[in-house]
Structure formats: structure tokens, C-alpha cells
């Protein structure tokens, strides 16, 4: 990442988008002392940290992820191994890491993994002007692999049918309550609850947080096979797919929310949502009403990498003006 990558706003239609991230200051972070392990590590091309991890954050005061002034993003997981968290920073191109808790040699140890180094840029090809000129100027994407299924799973679970805003407070709720505080020198940051512990979530609190009984249903229901579903992290994403919406309530629009995070998968394409077949129209054929067979349509050439070309457009900023009133709020916790 580039020392002249200055912080901007965070433009987000849909989920995906990226996130600001500070420069990093011209003197290196020192290391602090109770870090458990550190890596660095010299990535092969260039990497912009907002844009590669920026789909992990789950709003602006997200828990589990922060990105601090000194040019740093933090992000806490519960990996195989137990909780951890992990900073990074890039500075001359290289990624200097640091991670804390059980899980920091996981999470060191797949590193390159998170920050795109299974990612494969090179298999796509633009086909439109739109496309091809964002892809030029941001060349510091890269569609990031976690190798972690629950954690993007249940966020989006929380994202159905609501508005972003809503699902990012009972996220944030939900975390700051009944997560665990993360390892390492991170106050206000939180582990994601382990499975055990979102099944014992009170009906009242899951009511509090503003979720409804169907989304929390499939939450209990999928963490009631926790362990079967992350296993779906070693397999390809459409297989992947296939066993998340085994569960009831979970769909093609969850599943493909999850394995892009999870896999990194490039052409894991997001269908039903509320504005994106908007958006894809209104960037490709300046159709402000295409409904998702159109949308697949228009990225049928990007078969492949239809979830790339999507964060692409995206992130292009060509998106229509809305024309009718975005979703409604439900203030359920109010009922």
C-alpha cells in the first residue's frame, strides 16, 4: 500500500466494500511487548489493506475489526485453535504482523492467505471501459480468503432482509455483549461468541439486539452444526455453498455472502439482493431496473470472476441515484 493512500470515506452500497485506512506512519510501529508472535512478510504485488480487508468489517464501530491511525488494521477471530488477533501493517511493501492469543499462530501462519496470495487477479479480463479503468486504478485489490465459515456466516445472517445499519448495531450488540474480550493489547475489542454461547443467547436479548425469531432461528440452527459448516471451509465454494443452505434460511444470497469472505471466492455472485441488480444495470447497460436474471446476464462475460467484477463496479462509484425510499427500518426492539 501506497504511504500516499489518504483516508477517505468508506463508500458501501452493499456489502463488500472497502475501508479507509490511515497511511502508515513514516517510522515503523514498534513492537509491542506482549505480542506472542510477529511476521513479516514481502508480498509479490501490490496490496492496498482497505481494500483486501475491508469486507471484514461489519460497520464503522464493528467490534471484531478497527483500522488505527498509524496505518493499521486489527481484526479478532476465533480460529481452530481459539481466539487471537492479529494487526498488520504495510510499510515499504512489506506486512508487518503481530497476533496475540491462542489463535496467533494460526493466524500468522496463514497470513498471505488472508491478504490475497490465493487470490488469482491475473484470470480476469475486463470487458467493459467501466471495468477495466477501476481495475486499473486499483490495483491493490485482492479478494481475501479467511478460511473461517462462522464468522462471515452469522453476520450475514443478521444482514437479511434489514438494512445494513440494523444488522451492523445487533452485530455490534451481540459482539460487545456476549463476545469475549480479544488477546492482546486491544481494549474495546471482542472475539465473536463461540458456538455454545450464541445457542444461549435469551429470546429477550436476540429481541433487544432488533433481531427477529427467523433470522435468529437459523442462527441457532446453523451453530447447532457449527462444526459441520466450518468444515465447508476446505471445500470448493460451490460445494461450499451447497451444504450453508442445507440449513433452513439460509439461501443463495447468504451462502455467497459467506464463501466470498470465507473462500475468497471470485465468482461467488450476490443474488437477491435489494440494489444490486440496480447497480450492475445502471454501470453496464444504464438499467436502473434490472432485476437479477439481468444482472447474471450483464456478468455473464466475467463468468468466473463475477464476484470480482462486482467489487469492481462497485467500487467505480458509478451507482444510480435512488429513486425510491431505501429499506425500511423496523424497530423491533421497540414492539
Not at 191 to 213: F, K, Q, Y
Not at 265 to 287: F, S
Request: aromatic share 6%.
Amino acid at each position: 500500500m501506497s504511504s500516499r493512500f489518504a483516508p477517505r470515506p468508506t463508500r458501501t452500497t452493499v456489502r463488500g466494500g472497502e475501508t479507509a485506512v490511515p497511511a502508515s506512519v513514516p517510522a515503523a510501529v514498534p513492537r509491542r511487548t506482549t505480542a506472542a508472535r510477529t511476521r513479516t512478510w514481502q508480498p509479490p504485488f501490490p496490496l492496498d489493506l482497505g481494500l483486501t480487508l475491508g469486507p471484514l468489517r461489519r460497520g464503522p464501530a464493528d467490534p471484531a475489526f478497527r483500522a488505527t491511525p498509524d496505518g493499521s488494521v486489527w481484526r479478532t477471530s476465533r480460529t481452530p485453535e481459539g481466539p487471537g488477533t492479529l494487526r498488520v501493517a504495510v510499510r515499504s511493501g512489506a506486512v508487518d504482523a503481530e497476533a496475540w492469543g491462542p489463535g496467533a499462530e494460526w493466524f500468522l501462519d496463514r497470513l498471505p492467505t488472508l491478504l490475497g496470495a490465493s487470490d488469482d487477479p491475473a484470470a480476469f479480463a475486463p470487458r467493459h471501459r467501466l471495468v477495466a479503468a477501476t481495475a486499473h486504478r486499483r490495483p491493490g485489490l485482492r479478494l481475501t480468503r479467511t478460511g473461517l465459515v462462522m464468522e462471515s456466516l452469522i453476520p450475514s445472517i443478521l444482514e437479511q432482509k434489514i438494512t445494513t445499519d440494523e444488522a451492523y448495531r445487533a452485530w455490534r450488540l451481540l459482539l460487545r455483549k456476549y463476545g469475549e474480550p480479544a488477546p492482546g493489547p486491544t481494549p474495546h475489542l471482542y472475539v465473536m461468541p463461540a458456538p455454545r454461547t450464541w445457542a444461549l443467547i435469551p429470546s429477550w436479548e436476540w429481541h433487544r439486539a432488533g433481531v427477529d425469531n427467523k433470522r435468529a432461528s437459523t442462527i441457532l440452527r446453523a451453530v447447532a452444526r457449527a462444526a459441520r459448516l466450518e468444515e465447508a471451509a476446505a471445500m470448493p465454494p460451490l460445494q461450499a455453498q451447497a451444504r450453508l443452505e442445507l440449513i433452513p434460511g439460509i439461501g443463495p444470497w447468504t451462502s455467497a455472502e459467506t464463501v466470498q469472505r470465507s473462500h475468497g471466492a471470485p465468482d461467488a455472485v450476490t443474488v437477491g439482493d435489494v440494489h444490486l441488480p440496480g447497480i450492475i444495470g445502471h454501470a453496464l447497460a444504464d438499467n436502473r431496473a434490472a432485476d437479477d436474471p439481468e444482472m447474471l446476464r450483464l456478468l455473464a462475460p466475467y463468468e468466473g470472476q463475477r464476484h470480482r467484477a462486482t467489487r469492481l463496479i462497485l467500487l467505480s462509484g458509478r451507482t444510480p441515484s435512488r429513486r425510491e425510499p431505501k429499506m425500511r427500518k423496523t424497530d423491533i426492539a421497540a414492539w
